[in-house]
């Protein structure tokens, strides 16, 4: 499969790339971005041709793409891709508004391609079997989750809602609510935030809070979804539930699957990670999937389902109270 990625402007982007490279039945054959220095320090960096015209780009003979431009760009370069009827991977969130993303994936399904989603957190092996244990009905009727997806303040475009659509709770709730959603079989009913900017001076986007959530089911999740890990912390951040059930609880620590290194002499502390690479999961499944012809695991709809609640999120800040999902 010959594969373009439009845009480095997201910091996982590289790691698309690499994986798109390390594929035995992948080649990334083109880069585009609307920052050429960037786009063409990325496309020398990984063997690939750039492509200064986005239509040019979209003309090669390329089966798929991966977006990975900012937020706000999402919908133009979805649409785009879909009309050239090139099979798409787009970085989370979805989009900016609901509606750009119902836009996207009806152009999508016109065009008769495939519009998957990043969410990697399903590709590791401890939540795949946190949620055939689940769904197995070892916990019973689940009653609560309580979930962190803390991480380090971005900063760039991130810290701008012009371009990204949000701060923390933009950025960061999303994986935990689609987890959620594919763990539980389950869907999101009534959202409540406390939304706050603590960890930096500009204000211009949240970076911390809480996040209240009721499924469909009665279960009750909140969700930390803060920029608050210190620069100094040894990861970028955390992923962690715990599952509530009328029979037993189940913790989930995604990224504590790793090794603490020090040495005499030095200042430095690391975490050597020996988990799934999540990312490898998601490239696989986007490659496989389009040689296949099998539909996404992770489709626009979850990415849809997503954004309603961040949507919520931001209403229910302003309301002071639950905000009740029309889904």
Known sequence: MKAGIISFAHMHAHDYAAQLIAHPDAELAAVWDADEKRGRAAAEK????YVAELERFLALPIDAVVVCSENARHKEHVV????????????????TSTADAEEMIRVCREEGVALRIAFPVRHATAARLARDRIRAGELGR????RSSNRGKRPGGWFADPALSGGGAAADHTVHLTDAIRWMLDD?????YAELETSFSDDGAVEDCGVVLLEMRSGTIVSIDPSWSMPDAYPTWGDLTMEIVG?????????????SRWYAAG???TAWLPWMDDLNEGLIREFVEGVRDGRPPEIAGEDGLRTLEVVEACY????????IVLTQ
């Open 187 to 191: 869907e999101v009913r009534r959202v």
């Open 80 to 95: 785009a891709a879909a009309r050239a009827k090139k099979h798409i991977l787009c970085e989370k969130p979805i989009a």
């Open 46 to 49: 990984y063997g690939a041709a």
């Open 266 to 268: 030095s200042a430095e």
């Open 246 to 258: 009328e029979r037993g609880t189940l913790t989930l620590d995604l990224f504590r699957q790793s």
């Open 315 to 322: 209403a229910a800040r302003t309301a002071g109270s639950f």
């Open 142 to 145: 689940v009653l609560a989750v």
